[in-house]
C-alpha cells in the first residue's frame, strides 16, 4: 500500500443530542429517547437513543410512527445551547490528546495525526485514551465511534463500520476487502440519487466501483468530484476544497400556538434580526433577502420570494423588506394557519468590499439614515451582551417551547453560544 495506514483518526459521537440528554438527566438513562422540535406527534425525531434505534427510529421518524414502534418511546425537546456547550468541552478533550484538523459538524471531528502517533499499536492507543478522556471528564453516556486509515475519509467510514463505541483500523491487512462488505450507500457521499446513477452505469457495488477507472468514476458523477473519490477509496490523502458561507439564515417549524399568521409574523421578524445580529458579527452585508413560507397542512400551499438592495446589515433595512414580503405572501396564498417560516440573507460581501448603490450614496440623508441604522443595531448587540438576550428588543417576541427562537444547530454549523442569548 502506498499510503501511510494510520495516518489520520476520525472521530463520530455516538447519539449525542439523546446522550447529552441522559447526561444530564439520570430518569433517562437507559430508556428509549427521542429529540424533538416539539410537542407534537406530527414532528419528527431529530435525533434518538441507542435504546431508541434498537425499535427502528432513527432521524427523521415521525413521531407518531415512533409511538407505534416504542409505546414507551420518551420525547425530550431539543436543547441546542446545551448541545453546543457540550461539543465544546468535547472538543477541548479531545485536543488534549491528538490535534483537531476539522470539525465537520457538532458530533464529528478529525485529526490528521502526528508522525510519532502513525503506528498502529500507538494509533490505537490514543483513540482508547480519547475514549476514556470522555467518559472520565465529560461524561459515562458520551461515547464515540473513531475509524483510523490512510486518508479522512476512509477513517470516517471506518467509523460506521462497528456502532455504538467502535474503533475500526483500516490498512493493508483488510483493504479494499473490507469495503466490499459495504452497501454503495454506506460509503459517505453515495445517496438514493448518486446510487441509481451508478445503477445506469451498470455499478452495483462497491467492488464494481473500484475497479472502474478513475476517468470512468468522473463521467458517472458528471465532475472530478467522481475521480477524487475514487482515489480517496484507494487511500490517497486529497486535500478538501475550502468552502465559504454564501449565506445567513434561520427558519422555524411553528409552535401550535405560533401558527396563526400575525404570530408567525413575529416569529418570522424574531428570525430576521437574529440572522442579521449574526451578519453583523461576521462584519459581512447582504443586498438580498428572502422569506420562504408554508402553510399547514398535507395540502398546504408554499411561497418563496426575495428581494434585492443595497447591502446593509442593520435590522431595519431587513425588517422592512420582511414587511413588504409578508404582504406579498399572505396576498398570494392567504394562509389560515402557517407551519414553517424561514428567512435568508445572501449575496454576501465583506465589509471592505461593498458595492453600495451609487444614488444612496450621493443622497446625504439616505446615507446617513444607513448609519443611524447600523449604529442602532449594533448597539442593541452591545446592550444584550452586557445584559442578557432580549434586554432591548424591537417590538413583541414569540415565547417558544424551546425558550429560543430560530438558533438551532445544522447538519455542517455549530452557532456560536452569543447566538443563544441574542
Not at 27 to 52: K, M, N, Y
Not at 347 to 359: A, P
Request: aromatic share 8%; with cysteine; hydrophobic share 40%.
Amino acid at each position: 500500500m502506498p499510503f501511510e495506514p494510520y495516518k489520520w483518526l476520525f472521530l463520530d459521537l455516538n447519539s449525542f443530542f439523546a446522550s447529552v440528554e441522559q447526561q444530564e438527566n439520570p430518569r433517562l438513562l437507559g430508556r428509549p429517547v427521542a429529540i424533538v422540535p416539539l410537542g407534537s406527534d406530527s414532528t419528527c425525531a431529530i435525533a434518538a437513543s441507542q435504546e431508541a434505534k434498537r425499535y427502528g427510529i432513527r432521524t427523521g421518524t415521525r413521531i407518531y410512527d415512533a409511538k407505534k414502534l416504542c409505546p414507551d418511546l420518551v420525547c425530550v425537546p431539543a436543547q441546542h445551547d446545551l448541545y453546543v456547550t457540550y461539543h465544546h468541552k468535547i472538543m477541548a478533550e479531545i485536543i488534549r490528546h491528538v490535534p483537531i484538523n476539522k470539525i465537520w459538524s457538532i458530533d464529528e471531528c478529525s485529526s490528521r495525526l502526528p508522525p510519532a502517533q502513525r503506528s498502529e499499536e500507538k494509533a490505537r492507543a490514543v483513540a482508547l485514551r480519547i475514549k476514556e478522556g470522555l467518559r472520565r471528564n465529560i461524561g459515562s453516556t458520551i461515547t464515540c465511534s473513531i475509524g483510523i486509515a490512510p486518508n479522512g475519509y476512509l477513517a470516517k467510514v471506518a467509523t460506521n463500520m462497528q456502532k455504538p463505541d467502535g474503533l475500526v483500523v483500516l490498512d493493508e491487512s483488510c483493504l479494499p476487502q473490507r469495503l466490499f462488505d459495504l452497501d454503495l450507500k454506506d460509503l459517505t457521499g453515495i445517496n438514493t440519487a448518486m446510487k441509481l446513477r451508478l445503477a445506469r452505469a451498470g455499478v452495483f457495488s462497491v467492488r464494481q466501483f473500484y475497479n472502474l477507472a478513475p476517468k470512468q468514476a468522473r463521467a458517472v458523477w458528471g465532475s472530478v468530484e467522481g475521480e477524487r473519490f475514487w482515489y480517496r477509496l484507494r487511500g490517497a490523502d486529497l486535500p478538501d476544497v475550502e468552502t465559504h458561507s454564501s449565506m445567513v439564515g434561520h427558519s422555524r417549524i411553528l409552535d401550535p400556538e405560533l401558527r396563526a399568521p400575525d404570530k408567525a409574523r413575529l416569529v418570522a421578524r424574531r428570525l430576521t434580526i437574529k440572522a442579521a445580529g449574526r451578519l453583523r458579527r461576521m462584519d459581512m452585508y447582504a443586498a438580498d433577502f428572502a422569506l420562504a413560507v408554508r402553510e399547514a397542512g398535507e395540502d398546504g400551499e408554499r411561497f418563496a420570494s426575495a428581494l434585492r438592495a443595497t447591502p446593509a446589515q442593520d435590522n431595519f433595512t431587513f425588517l422592512a423588506a420582511l414587511d413588504q414580503l409578508w404582504q406579498e405572501m399572505m396576498l398570494e396564498i392567504k394562509p389560515w394557519r402557517i407551519k414553517k417560516v424561514s428567512v435568508s440573507l445572501y449575496n454576501l460581501h465583506e465589509i471592505g468590499r461593498v458595492t453600495r448603490d451609487l444614488f444612496d450614496e450621493a443622497v446625504p440623508e439616505i446615507r446617513e439614515h444607513q448609519q443611524k441604522n447600523e449604529k442602532l443595531s449594533s448597539a442593541m448587540d452591545a446592550i444584550n451582551r452586557k445584559y442578557g438576550a432580549e434586554s432591548i428588543r424591537l417590538g413583541v417576541s414569540p415565547k417558544t417551547q424551546a425558550g429560543y427562537v430560530g438558533t438551532k444547530i445544522a447538519f455542517s454549523r455549530i452557532p456560536d453560544i452569543a447566538e443563544f442569548h441574542e
